[in-house]
C-alpha cells in the first residue's frame, strides 16, 4: 500500500522531487476506504464465523 500511495507523490513532481504531503494525503484515503470496507463487511464476517462455529458444535 505504501508503494500505491507514494507513487502519484513522485509523479506530482516533474522534477521528480517528494511531496510528502501528497504522499500523506494519498495513503490517509487509501487507509480510510479500506477501513470502511472492513467495517462494513464485519457483520457479515462475524455472521459467518458464528453459523460456522455453530455447525462444528454439532
Do not use: E, H, N, Q
Amino acid at each position: 500500500m505504501t508503494i500505491v500511495a507514494t507513487s502519484p507523490a513522485f509523479a506530482a513532481g516533474a522534477d521528480g522531487s517528494f511531496d510528502l504531503t501528497t504522499g500523506l494525503v494519498a495513503a490517509s484515503v487509501l487507509t480510510g476506504v479500506i477501513a470502511a470496507g472492513t467495517l462494513k463487511a464485519l457483520p457479515t464476517f462475524t455472521a459467518w464465523g458464528v453459523r460456522k462455529a455453530l455447525s462444528m458444535l454439532r
